[in-house]
């Protein structure tokens, strides 16, 4: 059911292979300090570094540095980049990458001012940003996590062994996001597949939840339909532009609020792939997709009638004269074909988790209420346990 | 194909029961004079009025009155709403009701302070806007138009007989938006229905364009089923709070610039329905709800492979041993069915148009291109008497 919600969305998105023309438009809004964030070296690689250094030349822009973001920003270089921002006067940090490159800059988006320690006040503790926001645009390089369109920011704490999402409100949303599906051609196989999971994970763990029939469970059917097609002519030609504009376009609204309305919500797959990242530095998508079928071949029980419709409108399984559950497991079996198929890691033994860090991993898993089962401590073992096979 | 685009939408809404209490959150950040703008006395009867009036007297707004809006807003109409809002240097406009109503807000928004004939400049030349902009509010009660978070504006000309919309650009669309699907019980069931194939034919208009395959196309299939099965409940109930919440959800979805990102959209039905309703002043929803099935059905055969889609996706037409025309053919026959099951009216007759009427309708419709054929003159007579069946 739809309850009480506001929408909101400030951020503008230019899409397309000519998007990043637009930078243009959007750089004379800000003051001259530029920081721009960015991982490895890939962007100097295919040519975007030098794209974008030219435009914010033209644009008379002081350009600032921070390279280097791992694939889960750590808390150290959370600091790292707040002392840069704190000491150039930064007025704008543009991110150019992935997810985690956009959580990093939201992360020193809000961090850079705050009087505190950033990872107790806004990752521990999850408190509202009271100071300064340094305005953030976004490049995407890699798809996935929706990080353009929201204010999600994933920061890892390796002492602590906590991987931690605050998801911000919109007054730390992204300024702007260029989508440009070509900039996305050239990412590492392993990478891309991981990034469809992640999207397909996104959605799935708000339509499990609720056994409400409500027009945000269509359109993520939609969304999942739409998916599922793109993904399968883009794991066997990368340079399809029409399956990668698709898949970027759903990654953006599978998580930036739209679908979540008159839903719970559910994360748990988001909870305990977060806690296999830490203890793993895992790919993210390939944590979520190493647990998922134990996680929903276990909570099917809990909510057979959506994951019988789940079947029905999202993977064509033909009903008739056949029980819930049968449909229901029909659908899973697959979503797990279909998942193989692309080449996902599909045990998180892959992923390099050993019968010792379980309990850890188990320990390290928030635990959310939302879905159709609150899982205890014995679960998340039993879950993971299914998910060494 | 997702070709090149920008997306922004500055809209906020504020949704369900309580949604009208986050008025006291918006009008602090407008100045003191606000214009009410109206149209019968709908709102006084179900008590939208007063509540109004209370949270606008408790915030010390210097209150005006624009009432009489009617559901075509005229020309006539537009220069007196002008006048007035010119006379007391109106700070935020508020418009209560449906469509009509939001669209009246957004043309005196626009036009109060622009130099020359509105008319003109922004209907018959659909220029931008370069004077000031008057911000607009709207809370709703009546669903369908998607007025309440787009640009959208339509405007009645008598004397020339022509009714126009102008889709203007996002410093033009509403700054918040009140849905609260419990405000819209009341409405007639006439309006209710028109309201609801409103909603569908938008959906349709640009799903029927281009024969891409894109996320917006497998969107738009969810919000159709989405509308389909709650108007299906709300016809029988109209006070389904799940059913209207979804709808109104829905509408706004509809048309927010969203499901059009890679279309190349329709719009012949609106302008056929349009010219219709400038000579008859009929209900629009029902305009095009008489003009849709002769239309469908003759550029049918222009689009074959969407229509078998469509049948198959949104109607669930099994289309094992059947032409693809049959296919196609059975899913309008369907969507016939459930236009008649709701009560839509199905013949221009019933809204008034004579035979004398149809050389004067078909030259007042502005042809678009987007759609599976560009319609001559000589099409649109023949839709027109096939919709006086």
Known sequence: MLGNFSYSNPTKLYFGEDSLEYLNEELPKYGKNVLLVYGGGSIKKNGVYDKVMEILKSNGK?????????????????????RIAKAVNVDLILAIGGGSVCDYAKAVSVSTYCEEDPWDKYYLRMEDVENKIIPVGCILTMVGTGSEMNGGSVITNHESKLKIGHVFGDNVFPKFSILNPVFT????????????????????????????????????????KSLIHSSEIAVNNPGDYEARSNIMWTATWALNTLVSKGKTTDWMVHMIGQSVGAYTDATHGMTLSAISMAYYRYICQYGTAKFKRYAVNVWDVNPVGKSDEEVAKEGLDRMESYMKGLGLVMSIKELGVTEDMLAGITSGSFVLEGGYKVLSYEEIIEILKASMQ
Chains 1, 2 share one sequence.
């Open 185 to 224: 051609f050239t990412i590492p196989r392993y990478q891309m597949i991981a990034g469809f999971f992640d999207i397909m994970s996104h959605i799935l763990e708000q339509y499990f939840s609720g056994e409400d029939d409500n027009t945000s469970d269509y359109i993520m059917e939609g969304l999942l």
């Open 62 to 82: 002081e350009i600032f540095e921070d390279p280097g973001v791992m694939p889960n920003p750590t808390v150290e270089k959370l600091y790292e980049g707040c």
